[in-house]
């Protein structure tokens, strides 16, 4: 009989340590909150906090929306004309 494969289950500890997938609302934890990001975005209490740290927070989340925004337009951009390359010439008209 093998014992040895005893069960090495992950404990059950659903506690919020930092793994990266429970992160915390950063404008939250500026002033001394821990509250998870998730679904909290729209409620945030500091939503519209205009001190430095928050400041400093949204200033970083902007760039980096900025940037996912003007990459995706520039694909989108890109897919496009590599789309509406041959469009010319045939002329779908089906008629009867
Ligand atoms: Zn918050
Ligand atoms: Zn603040």
């Known amino acids: ?16 340590r930092s793994n990266g997938i429970n992160r915390l609302c950063a404008l939250c934890r500026n002033h001394g909150l821990k509250i998870p990001v998730k679904g909290h975005k729209r409620f945030c209490g500091y939503r519209l ?17 900025m940037h996912l925004y003007f990459r995706r337009a520039q694909e989108q951009e890109e897919a496009d004309r590599g789309a509406s390359r041959d469009r010319s010439g045939e002329d779908v008209n089906g008629g009867e």
């Open 49 to 65: 906090c205009l001190c430095k740290e928050c400041c400093l927070v949204k200033e970083r989340q902007r760039v980096v929306a």
């Open 1 to 16: 009989m093998d014992k040895a494969a005893q069960a090495t289950r992950p404990e059950g500890n659903s506690e919020m």
